[in-house]
């Protein structure tokens, strides 16, 4: 039966391709147009076509709300290349099958290849029962017995169940809340249903971007992308693929299973070879369709070349950055096989944590301090600018605080004087700064710096690779070593030279080629030759994302000191007290009892917060900490305009000023308000005596959140992360009492991994909206 393009399309399970089709009715331009904008435009009654693939070809963005002071929004093209970070809103249109959401939405082995659903009703399954509304990860799609079936997984109590469930079941599947941040490309590729438009909410914009903006000015909202797809497919006798836009006025048939497709080009990706079983190779291929900007010789990959593709394989790159202080960075991929070599440059460290983390046993880290430091104990050491110390190791001692004995840790080191050495001891909480000292005038390999040496590390290049005709390596300033990254690769070479073989990315390097044959014969040993690779922007930190985020967790920050006494004034609920409280290190916080002026976005707390429940003491010590630092920030003019001149007004006795414009003010909303909202929403916050507002200015409502919901939508990372350090607090056990002080079975380590994540991420968030930091 003949359907339109657009109709067949529409039908088309992507799981079947390829299919050939016939043209049933045909379509002429006058003049014999053949090909217009990229896209065919001519197809003749009788035509026949194999399609091989179906692309979004662009994407329509319409805005959803109504902009105030600006008309009735037309939908635009959103560019491919758009910097932006966007939330996904959930489907609200049910799924009535499992074939259906096979069908519609891309399930892959990637990372971003694993939606989520749940089902209005209770599933009973032969040793499971998946309950109404939770949440089921659909990972594969699979044959198993004869039957393709989606594997499935649930979690409970931390421990995944997998089952599968067959195409045919049926119910009212819906989408479960994402609460993941991705670019347009991966919504692109991954997140946007066949034959459904996906409503995102655009969260952050890069200011690096140098096309115009195509938002309204402040936008922030929730988008409507609705996909335009082109057909990809080959014809015969032709060598090359070709697009067809669905929306051309043919008519066509499947006659797949009466066509033999072997007539046509057998044309498959570099995602596909790499899909290939290991038996299958090695392959000769010819080129069809050549990367855009790859880094190997022109000759070799070009359309027409025949090339071998000996095998398939993992290999080890490392991750560096360029060390300099202006924008762009530009960041490389270097194989471990890279034959220059390297001196090591000083490493820089903002905390004694750092001197902890980065501390070798081949040799005592020799650092100079660029910051002094006074401590809080006289059992700990002081620092002045200058002074120099040689680090050791870590270890706990003990301070008189109010007469009783409290444990530290501190970084045992040896300060340098000039004829003598001097024990030092500093707590890894202290925030300053140490610039290494090297001694090392040693030359290494690349693979001699990842075996002796922690990652990050710092180095220049002093020989270059003498086998590669341009080491771009060589004319950069500096570089920091950071992570070891695993990749997927292709061995290739030219069929005419098959013993000199390169390393092609899979991910980064998008090439077709037709399959010619097997290659029976044996090629012999190889000569590999590896290139370093240079990212871009994107690239690097989507690798950083994933690797920092799956394989390489942050580590422990460091801990606050335990007391400092500090005077401060505090205005709270109209009058006027004064409080003897611990001084933090330098942190971002707002002090939520203080009421702001009221055309500024604060909070207008009418009585300070209070929380009756049996976490007490650990909500005081958050509130007291808060103000205390927040306190410390308004008496310094932080929270000032950024030219230091306050012009906002000032409140009767207030002892300063805080000013919508502030940097230090915007991102310490984000960091105060965002703990507080998961304070709530945990549980670990109740029973609030009072009533406490956010106070919103109309022309800044976009840049900040008001309420749980709307923090929650907005940023969900950053709020899942302070709630899940809140929820780790309620889920303490009580162990003792020590004096009228409970005493709880707290790992300090996840406790303060959870507050250091919570605490950068909302940082993150407001970083990206203010400058003047």
Same mark, same amino acid.
């Given at each position: ?90 489907? @609200? ?41 939770? &949440? ?64 995102? +909410? ?5 200011? #690096? ?29 032709? +060598? ?61 990959? &070009? ?39 390297? +001196? ?60 009783? #004995? ?36 040693? &030359? ?15 180095? @220049? ?132 009892? #203080? ?179």
């Amino acid at each position: 039966m003949a359907l339109s393009l657009e109709e067949f399309i529409h039908s088309l399970d992507l799981r079947t391709l390829p299919r050939v089709l016939e043209i049933q009715s045909g379509i002429y331009f006058e003049g014999s147009i053949y090909e217009m904008f990229g896209n065919e435009c001519c197809l003749s009654t009788g035509e026949v076509i194999k399609i091989t693939g179906l692309k979004i070809k662009k994407i329509i963005a319409e805005i959803c709300e109504r902009i105030e002071g600006c008309g009735s929004p037309q939908p635009f093209e959103l560019p491919m290349s758009f910097p932006g970070l966007f939330k996904i809103v959930a489907d @609200k249109t049910p799924y009535l099958t499992m074939e259906e959401i096979t069908r519609t939405i891309h399930i892959g082995t990637s990372r971003l290849g694993h939606p989520c659903f749940y089902h209005q009703k209770d599933i009973k399954l032969q040793n499971l029962i998946i309950k109404q509304g939770e &949440q089921i990860m659909l990972n594969s799609v699979e044959e198993i017995d004869g039957e393709i079936r989606v594997n499935c997984g649930v979690v409970r109590n931390h421990q995944n169940h997998s089952f599968t469930l067959p195409l045919s079941q049926e119910g009212e599947f819906y989408e479960c809340e994402d609460e993941h941040i991705y670019t347009l490309k991966e919504i692109v590729e991954w997140k946007i249903p066949k034959n459904r438009t996906r409503t995102v +909410k655009l969260t952050d914009f890069s200011n #690096k971007w140098d096309s115009t903006n195509p938002f309204p000015k402040d936008f922030c909202g929730t988008l409507i992308l609705k996909p335009v797809y082109e057909i990809q497919g080959v014809m015969k006798f032709r +060598k090359d693929i070709v697009r067809i836009l669905p929306s051309l006025d043919v008519e066509v048939k499947d006659i797949t299973d009466s066509y033999d497709a072997n007539w046509f080009l057998q044309l498959v990706s570099t995602e596909d070879l790499f899909e290939m079983t290991s038996k299958e190779f090695p392959i000769v291929a010819e080129v069809i369709e050549a990367p855009q900007g790859s880094q190997l010789p022109r000759n070799i990959l &070009q359309p027409g070349k025949t090339i071998v593709v000996h095998k398939k394989f993992q290999a080890s790159r490392i991750l560096a950055s360029e060390i300099r202080s202006n924008f762009p960075k530009r960041h490389f991929l270097i194989p471990t096989s890279y034959k220059g070599k390297f +001196k090591r440059r000083p490493r820089e460290f903002p905390t004694a944590y750092d001197l902890e983390i980065a501390k070798s046993e081949q040799e005592p880290l020799h650092v100079v301090a660029t910051k002094a430091f006074h401590p809080p104990h006289d059992e700990l050491s002081s620092v002045s600018v200058g002074d120099q110390f040689l680090v050791h190791h870590s270890e706990t001692t003990e301070v008189l605080y109010e007469g009783i #004995k409290k444990v530290v840790n501190v970084l045992a080191c040896e300060k340098i004087l000039k004829k003598s050495y001097e024990p030092a001891l500093l707590p890894l909480y202290m925030e300053g700064g140490f610039v290494e000292v090297i001694h090392d005038k040693k &030359q290494y390999q690349i693979s001699e710096l990842c075996k002796q040496f922690r990652l990050p590390f710092n180095v @220049k290049v002093s020989v270059r690779d003498l086998s590669i005709e341009e080491d771009i390596l060589a004319a950069t300033p500096g570089l920091q070593l950071e992570e070891d990254i695993t990749d997927s690769y292709l061995l290739i070479s030219d069929f005419a030279n098959p013993r000199e073989c390169w390393e092609i990315p899979v991910g980064r390097l998008n090439m077709t080629v037709q399959l010619v044959s097997n290659l029976s014969r044996d090629t012999g040993s190889f000569l590999v030759r590896t290139l370093v690779e240079e990212i871009t922007e994107e690239q690097y930190y989507m690798m950083r994302r994933y690797e920092s985020s799956v394989s390489h967790p942050p580590p422990r920050p460091p801990k606050h000191p335990l007391v400092e006494d500090t005077k401060l004034t505090l205005l709270t609920s109209g009058e006027e007290r004064t409080v003897d409280l611990p001084k933090s290190p330098k942190s971002h916080h707002v002090d939520i009892s #203080k009421k702001l002026h009221s055309n500024q976005a604060g909070l207008d707390s009418k009585v300070p917060v209070g929380c009756q429940n049996n976490l007490a003491d650990d909500s005081e010590r958050i509130n007291r900490g808060a103000s205390a630092v927040a306190g410390t920030d308004v008496t310094t003019d932080r929270f000032a305009e950024p030219s230091n001149t306050s012009v906002c007004a000032y409140e009767a006795g207030a002892p300063g000023c805080i000013s919508i414009n502030s940097g230090w003010a915007g991102i310490n909303f984000y960091v105060i308000v965002l703990y507080f909202f998961a304070a709530i929403d945990s549980g670990i916050l109740s029973n609030v005596p009072h009533e406490i507002e956010l106070l919103p200015r109309e022309e800044y409502r976009s840049n900040f959140c008001y309420s749980i919901e709307e923090c929650c939508a907005s940023y969900p990372q950053a709020m899942y992360a302070a709630k899940r350090f809140y929820q780790y607090l309620q889920s303490r056990k009580q162990v003792s009492i020590v004096g009228d002080s409970p005493v709880y079975d707290t790992d300090q380590d996840t406790a303060i991994l959870y507050m250091w994540v919570a605490h950068q991420a909302a940082i993150d968030v407001g970083k990206s909206k203010f400058t003047d930091m």
